[in-house]
């Protein structure tokens, strides 16, 4: 029974965290924090949009800038999408515009991370407190 | 907002919003120009706020419109002054350095 209830406290972080990843703020929104999750997909959707905007989708670059691409992906699995894009060399983008559009969708990229961690710690707290009533 | 719609879907042309959509969709496609002078490092400015917003929104335990602008303002500010002190520093250094 208790391994039951903490499997289920697993899946559901895990399910929180995977929304969260999916969409900025889905996770919060699960949680039923709709202010929060609003103001954190405004901020990382209009960031990751800045950057996009500032250097366009050639700034995605699964090739030649792995690292910027991986926290790129902690946006959302649709990053793949433009990162596809991106691979065939359509975009070439370089200099200033290259280095801001990179910092803008990389931070916006870390930032749902830190969101990502905050829902699934939110989850699991929330998991707790029932538990414990 | 629904006004604005009902307006849009009456007076604009499905060819207007057509090119309308590619534009916006194009200009994801070609990158800015931006040269390297001073005035560069001001795009940083719209990275702190969404920084300090979004670390906000994640650490208020409730959110309330006015306290946590108040809040994502103060840490705003401080992050500004906190690079401002330390390009002054780093400026210094420099200046001792090759004087």
Redesign the interface.
Known sequence: MTQLSKQNRTLSSLSVGVLAWLVPGAGHFALN?K??AA??FA??V??F??G???????VIDPVNAKPWYAAQLMNSPAVAILGYLARTGN?P?Y????E??Q??TG??GL?NL??IV?AVYMAHLRKIHTAGD | MLFIWLICEKYIQPETKMSAAAFILA??????????NPQ?VL?LL??VA??A???K??KVPT?KISS?LKEAVILFGSIIVFMLVTALVLCALAWLITD
């Open positions: 924090e202010k929060r103001i954190i901020a990382i209009l960031t949009c800045a996009l905007y500032i250097g366009s989708i050639g975009y983008v200099g200033r515009p290259n801001i559009g910092i803008y931070i916006a930032l830190l969101c905050n | 200009s994801f496609t070609s990158p800015e120009r931006i040269s390297t560069s795009w719209p990275l969404a920084i917003v979004v670390y929104a994640t959110i946590f």
